[in-house]
């Protein structure tokens, strides 16, 4: 007997629909944040306390039919806390590996800038290449393995900044902000009966059905002028006045899998020059450095990135 998947778009409804249950006035941040998983990259959501970040990511975790795993960064935090220690058993004399909450499928790295570069950078071979090594042996973390890391602002206490490598595995960094009053008071009323996340929140995708929502974004056309665009845009993040550091290549290939996502949420089956410059903020900007005189004088790597996509020609 075979069974009939569910289309990938109301898949994307599901997730949408669910999230806005406990996510209350955040649309664009569940629209990136999908497009980013749906896609396959990381997401780095930066923004003051009792936003929602942690609700938002494990609302996306209970919704799907994936393991999960938390990890609360703090300054003490080692990197085996992360991936994992081996132990000797004096039973047969030899060292056993135990796995550390890095093999999940979802992994929830809260307020990641709280904890010391060398735990920081634990996460690095992970969400570069889904794997980790660990005695000179290698383990894979499978296909579906997805990071979403929470970050207060640099300028709160006891935080330490995320190394540019570690910036440039994030697909994505984006914030949420605060909401209207009126949906505050929503959020008051939802809660005025408090219940668990987990209450609330049920799975509705399967695993075959995320697998079908993943094949359905990567079949999304792109044309090779769309292609040339995304590069010229990344590319002149490299050379523009007061920045020390531009965005690597890795940005072009994110920006291209994120505006397929875009675009096929947008019901479109190729990418347009709208869906690139929605997401360019997002995928470019924290992969940047702007030097100090300029940083002075106001300029922010959001900035350059907007201006840039003013400057750069659209392809008709």
């Known amino acids: 007997m075979t069974t009939t998947l569910i289309s990938p778009f109301t898949i994307y409804n599901r997730l949408v629909t669910n999230l806005e249950q406990v996510v209350k006035g955040q649309p664009q941040a569940i629209r990136k944040l999908l497009a980013a998983f749906a896609s396959g990259g990381h997401v780095l959501l930066e923004d003051l306390p009792g936003t929602g970040k942690t609700t938002l990511a494990k609302a996306l975790a209970l919704s799907l039919q994936l393991e999960f795993q938390r990890i609360q960064f703090t300054p003490d935090v080692l990197p085996s806390d992360i991936l994992g220690v081996s132990i000797f058993d004096q039973r047969d004399q030899s060292f056993h590996f135990h796995k550390g909450p890095v093999f999940t499928e979802i992994l929830l790295a809260d307020e990641i800038n709280r904890a010391s570069p060398r735990a920081q950078s634990a996460l690095l071979e992970a969400m570069g290449e889904k794997q980790v090594s660990i005695d000179g042996v290698k383990y894979s973390l499978g296909d579906w393995f997805f990071v979403i890391a929470t970050q207060n602002p640099m300028e709160f206490h006891g935080t330490y900044p995320l190394p540019e490598a570690q910036m440039d595995r994030f697909m994505m960094r984006f914030s949420l902000g605060y909401v209207t009053p009126e949906e505050e008071v929503a959020i008051l009323t939802s809660q005025q009966q408090s219940s668990a996340l987990e209450n609330v929140i049920k799975v509705c995708a399967t ?63 190729f990418v347009t020059p709208e869906q690139i410059q929605e997401i360019a903020v997002p995928v470019i900007a924290h992969r940047m450095k702007i030097d100090s005189q300029a940083r002075f004088s106001g300029v922010t790597e959001e900035s350059v990135v907007k201006e840039i996509l003013q400057q750069v020609a659209v392809p008709i």
């Open 207 to 269: 695993r075959d059905e995320i697998q079908a929502l993943k094949q359905a974004v990567q079949a999304v056309r792109i044309s090779e002028e769309l292609k040339h665009y995304m590069v010229a845009v990344v590319a002149a993040t490299r050379k523009f006045a007061g920045v020390q550091m531009g965005a690597s290549p890795r940005a072009s290939l994110a920006l291209m899998k994120a505006a397929q996502a875009l675009a096929w949420f947008d019901g479109m089956a």
